[in-house]
């Protein structure tokens, strides 16, 4: 060939350092930087949520916002946020009965008659942000995580669709997109939450029923809230670091 | 050494093998690790960034308000002077960035007021609820309610 | 997806009624499980010297390297994004049960089953190479690395090599599919899979299966060449199959008296799920068929004096019995514990397509495909030289 074999493993060799090299460059080009947004640090919030049953009026307005905000499907059955409408027969809260008619998307239509001594209510639901979250723990490859903020977040790019993330959330958050084949799940609106917005659910709340707090913020409302009203957690047994507190949960609540 | 070798050649062979696959393993493991992993945490720190640079499409009352504060007028003193613009009037961003692009159209009110204000068990007692037709009949809820400011009188 | 709601009763979380991890799921474990339980048969001989079953040691050892060489593709199939599975060796989370599967997977391949097959095999193959010609003999001659040495004492080493590795594969084989157990075990969130008991579970009803996969394969397989089956050793096979059963069934009942006797939320819920969908996959075929009856069969034939005949009708039932109750089992687990809501209130149902992505044909396929491969294996390296009586 005319080549001896000397210069062809110089030459192999030296191909083969700089691709690497070119490879690993472009990586850093395009890989973006940590800070989610400029003027934004991450080391300074600590994001949670509160939910006030007692204001919550089942109009699934948070239901549409988020649907559109973040270009969820809107066939069923795929919520990001959803909405749960209970029904707790007279002194029984072993045995309520919920419904979530497309998860809360139109409303609810009426269903019980008054006076028989039960007691109704709606359940706005999302994902719960877990400051020690079973859901990033389970992840085989490192494609959802906690954000130093406090968000749990999913990366697309890197999630192979193994759905283990979604059997272990407890509180049933997560599924799978069938467009990108990935986990989705409520992201906390971080695309504005990063620019000073509020999340599309919080916004269209007409009763502000639903609101976004800042742990780290000293002067947020969500202190003095927490400080007022007696709040909760779902499944607190899981001791799962649930950062949604819901005033005015019930016992029936699941 | 040439002693232990003797008898054993293969299992060197072998060894060897196994040697050169985790050399290329871990050269492999340098090339196509994803830049920024590791950087916070078990994670691709990138992955912050592409979270944070999703489009947005609520523009959020303030930005409402900053144009249109003949509303914002209209709408003092009522209960629902509380409710985000967004609430009923659709996503809009675009339409907030640039209002010649996108003209926000009206809703629906026989549908739209009815989502929160038709009575029904779970709501709770401060919301004002009505039965439809015993309240109105076939009459449009904006015949009598503007809704800036539904209260009567 | 309309059709699924249909398929609800009661409340289950809107993300909840769609299943998530399908019949490929349940193949995964049922064929890790044939894998370290065949292998477990083979190691029987190698390090507890139980020399009655020698002669299915290398048919086992070629069995489990069919059915692990098919493991990873129902993995692959069901994965949103198989061609990102590479993920879990560049940054495997190790906090994840699930992570370990590429390392755990690659360590029993490589380390375990192929070098152990490649040692005990060694003399045949390079006398294969010296014999014969062309593609063979080059394939022979790679497959013994190039080397030509078979003297006694190389011999003796491969063989003293070959026995620290078989014991290095025994804890290799429990945590090839005891983690498995674990993927399951660990997540606090299903309490029908949430309990310390699911890895042991797992690996003792793995034995079970793959003890009685390597006896059906042995019978068959003499069948089918003509030879007499050495009774002594089937006879040892079963002996070991039903003191396996007899621990595996003791311990699936001891997480159902625990479950009954707590009683705790998820109880109720779970108790209906057991005594109506999933009434025939677990009580009928799991428990009756797939327990108690081959651990009859097994243990009559430990008590009452019978004819070779009739003992062979009795392991062969026993042993396709334990096939069956076992893949019940892995059902029962994986698809069990996601046709009931998180919520205590409701169920769904799991359909299963039959030509789809995730549907029964590729899992049928899955099940055929170790066979296609064992048959190809033991035309490559006959596990029978050894056995043959000399003439």
């Known amino acids: ?254 | 050494m040439r002693k232990f070798l003797k008898d054993r050649e293969h299992l060197v062979r072998m060894a060897g093998l196994f040697l050169a696959g985790l050399v290329v393993f871990l050269i492999l493991r340098v090339i196509l690790v994803p830049q920024g992993f590791y950087e916070y945490g078990h994670f691709r720190t990138g992955a912050l960034a592409d979270n944070a640079a999703r489009p947005i499409a609520y523009a959020g009352r303030e930005a409402c308000e900053s144009c249109h504060p003949d509303i914002v007028d209209q709408r003092k003193g009522s209960h629902h002077s509380a409710i985000a613009c967004e609430t009923c009037h659709g996503a809009l961003a675009k339409h907030a960035d640039d209002p010649s692009k996108l003209k926000p159209t009206l809703p629906d009110a026989g549908k739209l007021c009815l989502v929160c204000h038709r009575e029904e068990m779970a709501k709770p007692k401060f919301l004002k609820q009505v039965n439809p037709r015993e309240h109105m009949g076939s009459e449009s809820c904006v015949a009598c309610h503007k809704p800036h400011h539904p209260e009567m009188a | 997806m309309e059709s699924l709601i249909h398929g609800v009763e009661g409340f289950m979380y809107p993300n909840e009624i769609e299943l998530q991890w399908s019949i490929l799921i349940v193949l995964y474990p049922y064929i890790t499980g044939l894998v370290a339980g065949a292998f477990i048969l083979a190691s029987l001989e190698r390090v507890f010297k139980v020399e009655e079953v020698r002669p299915t040691y290398r048919l086992a050892l070629l069995t489990a390297l069919a059915f692990l060489l098919v493991a990873p593709l129902p993995l692959q199939l069901h994965l949103g994004h198989p061609e990102r599975a590479f993920e879990m060796f560049l940054t495997p989370h190790t906090t994840s049960a699930m992570a370990m599967f590429g390392f755990v997977y690659l360590w029993y391949l490589m380390v375990v089953l192929v070098v152990e097959i490649w040692l005990d095999y060694r003399k045949e193959i390079v006398l294969m190479a010296r014999r014969s010609t062309g593609v063979m003999r080059q394939m022979y001659r790679a497959m013994a690395l190039w080397s030509d040495n078979i003297s006694e004492r190389s011999l003796q080493i491969d063989d003293k090599v070959g026995r620290f590795i078989t014991i290095v594969g025994i804890p290799s084989a429990f945590l090839l599919h005891g983690y498995v157990g674990f993927i399951f075990g660990s997540v606090k969130a299903n309490p029908w899979w949430s309990t310390t008991l699911m890895p042991v579970v797992f690996l003792f009803s793995a034995m079970v299966s793959g003890i009685a996969l390597v006896m059906l394969v042995y019978m068959v397989a003499s069948w089918r060449r003509g030879t007499p089956i050495d009774m002594r050793c089937l006879d040892t096979i079963a002996r070991y199959l039903l003191y396996t059963f007899i621990i595996d069934f003791a311990l699936e009942m001891l997480d159902l008296v625990h479950r009954i006797y707590e009683a705790d939320e998820s109880f109720k819920s779970l108790d209906f799920m057991v005594h109506t969908q999933l009434y025939v996959p677990h009580i009928v075929i799991q428990i009756v068929l797939g327990t108690i009856l081959p651990i009859a069969l097994l243990g009559l034939v430990q008590l009452v004096r019978l004819r070779e005949g009739i003992r062979k009708g009795l392991y062969a039932t026993a042993g396709l019995l334990t096939l069956i109750g076992i893949f019940a089992m892995r059902w029962n687990v994986v698809i069990g514990g996601q046709l009931f809501s998180k919520s205590f209130l409701g169920y769904t149902t799991y359909k299963l397509d039959f030509a789809t992505r995730e549907g029964l044909l590729p899992a049928i396929i899955f099940l055929i495909l170790p066979f296609l491969i064992l048959w190809v294996l033991v035309k490559l390296l006959p596990p029978w030289e050894r056995e043959e009586p000399a003439a």
């Open chain 1, 1 to 254: 060939m005319g080549i001896d074999r000397r210069e062809f493993l110089k030459g192999t060799g030296k191909f083969i350092l700089l691709t690497s090299a070119a490879a690993l460059a472009w990586d850093s080009l395009i890989a973006g930087r940590p800070e989610a947004a400029p003027n934004y640090n991450l080391q300074d919030h600590w994001w949670g949520f509160t939910i006030d049953i007692e204001k919550c009026i089942g109009c699934g307005s948070c239901v549409r916002a988020c649907k559109t905000e973040n270009d969820v499907l809107l066939e069923p059955y795929y919520f990001r946020t959803w909405v749960e409408r209970y029904h707790v027969p007279k002194g029984d809260i072993e045995h309520p009965e919920v419904d979530s008619p497309n998860g809360g998307y139109d409303g609810f239509p009426p269903r019980y008659k008054p006076g028989d001594g039960s007691k109704n209510f709606f359940v706005p639901k999302l994902c719960n942000h877990c400051a020690h979250s079973p859901c990033t723990q389970v992840c085989p490859v490192g494609a959802t995580f906690d954000s130093p903020d406090g968000v749990i977040l999913v990366d697309k790019t890197y999630c192979i669709g193994c759905r283990y993330c979604v059997q272990a959330c407890p509180y049933g958050c997560r599924f799978i997109d069938p467009r990108t084949m990935t986990v989705d799940k409520c992201s906390l609106c971080y695309h504005r939450i990063t620019k000073g917005l509020t999340t599309a659910c919080c916004e269209t709340c007409p009763t502000g029923a639903r609101m976004l707090g800042d742990l780290k913020n000293p002067k947020d409302p969500i202190h003095e809230f927490l400080r007022t009203h007696k709040v909760q957690v779902l499944k607190p047994q899981m001791a799962t670091g649930a950062k949604a507190y819901y005033n005015g949960l019930d016992g029936s609540v699941r």
